[in-house]
């Protein structure tokens, strides 16, 4: 176990419920039954709330975890960059890390690259909000 990833997850400082969100999706890996609920608030195109729950592993939790803390005040046109990157990393197309999102460099790793689908799956909740923006 990646010690980094496990002090990433640990921070659950967004591990809540919003009861006045603007969207909300949940993604489940059907291979291994790992679920996140993430609710968001955004306004004017613009991520000003993050929370998110679920069951599931540490690198799903550490993914959630960080997104959470730093996307908000991202606008939604940047965020779903951001997980169209993600999920180009895994498919092998690992263009160079935007400056802004060199964060995830702990996360988006070819030495998780096993992880692909738990590191993936809050990127895919938040991915089906903000393509809909």
Same mark, same amino acid.
């Given at each position: 176990?990646?010690?980094?990833?496990?002090? +990433?997850? *640990?921070?659950?400082? #967004?591990?809540?419920?919003?009861? #006045?969100?603007?969207?909300?999706?949940?993604?489940?890996?059907?291979?291994?039954?790992?679920?996140?609920?993430?609710?968001?608030?955004? #306004?004017?195109?613009?991520?000003?709330?993050?929370?998110?729950?679920?069951? *599931?592993?540490?690198?799903?939790?550490?993914?959630?975890?960080?997104?959470?803390?730093?996307?908000? #005040?991202?606008?939604? +046109?940047?965020?779903?960059?951001?997980?169209?990157?993600? =999920?180009?990393?895994?498919?092998? =197309?690992?263009?160079?890390?935007?400056?802004?999102?060199?964060?995830?460099?702990?996360?988006?790793?070819?030495?998780?690259? *096993?992880?692909?689908?738990?590191?993936?799956?809050?990127?895919?909740?938040?991915?089906?909000?903000? *393509?809909?923006?």
């Amino acid at each position: 176990m990646n010690l980094e990833i496990l002090k +990433i997850a *640990s921070n659950t400082k #967004n591990f809540k419920d919003i009861k #006045n969100y603007t969207h909300y999706s949940k993604s489940k890996n059907p291979l291994c039954g790992d679920e996140i609920h993430i609710k968001l608030v955004i #306004n004017n195109k613009k991520l000003t709330d993050f929370g998110y729950q679920g069951k *599931s592993c540490i690198y799903c939790q550490a993914t959630a975890s960080i997104l959470s803390n730093k996307l908000v #005040n991202f606008e939604t +046109i940047k965020i779903k960059d951001l997980c169209d990157y993600a =999920n180009a990393y895994f498919d092998g =197309n690992k263009n160079n890390l935007k400056k802004e999102w060199r964060f995830l460099t702990k996360l988006l790793s070819q030495k998780n690259a *096993s992880r692909k689908q738990c590191i993936l799956l809050p990127f895919n909740a938040l991915e089906k909000i903000v *393509s809909k923006i």
